[in-house]
């Protein structure tokens, strides 16, 4: 069976990134790797290329990462990032949601854990803009 | 523990997919549906266990629960439903594999929501 594909969260803040891949691991079952990208590399809110960079080799296991970002300065160190092409050997690629970050997170963990491809991992990311709580 | 019913398709999403596969569409697919009560709030957890049970099956899932119906493959719909201990829900699938697939997600909730995990 191929390898599930990998999650990465970013968000400006280390606790918010860590506990969102906390619930999302919880719910999809825990069989998906989730890095985290938190806050600045020197542990202030804002984000961080070198974190990202890092959390995507982590999560990387052969079928495509899925970055899902918190706000929108984080698709701004995502891209700069992506653009520099040092992750262009990543396997299977990657892919950013644009997606409400504790829902797209959840949705892309479970769509996982189900052997989701990348593009199914993305989609589901992306479909969680339409969820409705109440 | 195969109670094939051919209730009246309450599929809002006019799923009029063709068979995949060119399987002759008797066999094991078409319609499968089933009931149970929930032992236990129907929460993250339990929603994704479900949603993951659901993913691996090709024929469509849905659940009803208290009025409301959602895509067992959502799980976010699947949070959505707010359905509490007691409520019965029914799950219903079409495809070529819809027997398996109620079996499975009954399987499933009832696992789930039996432990109380929240």
Known sequence: MAATVGIVLVSHSAALASGTAELAGQVGGGAVTIAAAGGTDDGRLGTSAAKVESAVRAASAGSGVVIVPDLGSSVLTVRALLADGDLDDVPGGIQLADAPFVEGAVAAVVTAAAGGSLKDVLDAAQEARNARKL | ?118
């Open chain 2, 1 to 118: 523990m195969h109670a094939s019913s051919e209730s009246a398709d309450r599929a809002a999403g006019g799923a009029a997919d063709s068979a995949p596969g060119g399987a002759a569409d008797s066999a094991p697919g078409g319609i499968a549906e089933r009931t149970i009560t929930l032992a236990g709030d129907l929460h993250a957890r339990p929603a994704g266990a479900l949603s993951v049970a659901a993913a691996k099956f090709t024929s469509s899932v849905r659940l009803t629960a208290g009025g409301r119906e959602a895509d067992a493959k959502s799980v976010l719909a699947v949070m959505q439903l707010g359905a509490a201990a007691g409520t019965p829900v029914t799950v219903s699938a079409s495809g070529p594999d819809a027997s398996g697939a109620v079996d499975a997600i009954l399987a499933a909730l009832a696992a789930a929501t039996r432990t109380g995990e929240s």
